[in-house]
């Protein structure tokens, strides 16, 4: 029973570029949720999905940031014309809902870095 | 919304010894608090939890107690090891459709 799954481990962009993270969630899990952690700091809360449903997005940013969690295939981030800020490890992580949202399982992280 | 606060930030023991984390939460309605592990280079793993209906809940060396009254709950780790160094995070739910709000994060470091 594979875990949660984040592809690429490590991602370098240039400031301007766009960065594509990748989040397969546990089997089963219908819930995905990605979060975003800076250097000596907690995990702060970006974005909440289902299948093809955002559901809250309060934590993340208006300008440059969408995500989706399509049908089929991965729940993707994507940050349009980085910049050095958005250097940071990304966490996605799933529950299997129904009444036990709260336990979230996470991957390993995307580490993004901008040059 | 939630409002978690952990503490100490870093935390340093004596192999064998006793660790305690603390945190404390700001809404009384949160009924689930569960503690993360983070090793370096690696994403949190959930290595125990506790919901509002009981007080303490242990597993092997690991133990977790709530006190809702006073809003905070502590992880306790007895007979430390090597291998418990690590960040470890509490959360309570908040931040998003019942997602959890994270701590800052306790650096645990165990001397040998």
């Known amino acids: 029973n594979a875990g949660v799954m984040q592809n690429p481990r490590h991602l370098v962009r240039r400031r301007g570029q766009e960065a594509r993270l990748r989040c397969s969630p546990m089997?089963?899990?219908?819930?995905v949720y990605w979060y975003r952690q800076l250097p000596e700091e907690g995990l702060k809360f970006m974005v909440y999905?289902?299948?093809?449903?955002?559901?809250?997005e309060s934590g993340m940013p208006k300008e440059r940031f969408s995500a989706e969690f399509p049908k089929e295939g991965p729940s993707i981030l994507r940050i349009q014309q980085v910049v050095r800020g958005d250097s940071a490890a990304y966490f996605c992580?799933?529950?299997?809902?129904?009444?036990?949202?709260?336990?979230?399982?996470f991957g390993s992280g995307t580490q993004l870095s901008v040059l | 919304g939630e409002n978690v606060e952990q503490h100490p930030s870093t935390l340093s023991v004596q192999e064998g010894d006793s660790a305690v984390i603390k945190c404390t939460y700001s809404?009384?309605?949160?009924?689930?608090f569960p503690w993360y592990k983070q090793e370096l280079g690696k994403g949190p793993q959930l290595i125990i939890d506790?919901?509002?209906?009981?007080g303490e809940k242990k597993d092997q060396r690991i133990a977790v107690t709530l006190n809702k009254t006073a809003k905070h709950f502590s992880l306790h780790i007895t007979e430390t090891q090597p291998e418990d160094s690590a960040v470890y995070f509490c959360?309570?739910?908040?931040?998003?459709?019942?997602?959890?709000?994270f701590g800052k994060g306790t650096h645990l470091i165990i001397q040998p």
């Open positions: 506790i919901r509002s209906n009981v």
């Open positions: 809404d009384s309605a949160s009924n689930y």
């Open positions: 959360a309570a739910p908040g931040g998003g459709a019942d997602g959890l709000t």
């Open positions: 992580a799933s529950s299997p809902g129904e009444g036990l949202r709260e336990k979230l399982f």
């Open positions: 089997k089963g899990h219908s819930h």
């Open positions: 999905l289902q299948k093809e449903n955002i559901i809250d």
